[in-house]
């Protein structure tokens, strides 16, 4: 299975980024899926989590601002970020919760301020 991120970027704090996961056929298939991201030095934390049916859970630190999205239980997640703070800066990995033992490249956002 293969897992690829896109939609990172360069933005200024208070921007928005919509990264998108795409996925082989059947990756995502009644899983839940979930967000992850590791900034430097740091160790890879999750952010972002949505059961199948449909309950979606976040980090403290993005409550309210971050927002996972499928458009069904067979697709992979999306991640609306909103109001985009410098501390958001990492590398974002969509996965599945528990993470399977594979990661995409992940996609880099940076957010200046």
């Known amino acids: 299975a293969q897992l690829a991120e896109s939609g990172g970027g360069l933005v200024q704090a208070g921007d928005s980024l919509r990264l998108s996961c795409a996925a082989n056929a059947q990756t995502y298939a009644s899983t839940a899926s979930a967000w992850f991201r590791q900034a430097p030095g740091k160790e890879r934390e999750l952010v972002a989590t949505l059961r199948t049916g449909g309950q979606a859970h976040y980090a403290d630190s993005v409550k309210a601002r971050f927002t996972i999205s499928r458009d069904n239980n067979e697709t992979a997640p999306h991640l609306q970020m909103n109001s985009l703070k410098p501390e958001d800066a990492a590398v974002y990995f969509c996965?599945?919760?528990?993470?399977?033992?594979?990661w995409g490249q992940g996609t880099q956002v940076t957010v200046s301020s």
């Open positions: 996965n599945s919760v528990p993470p399977w033992n594979y």
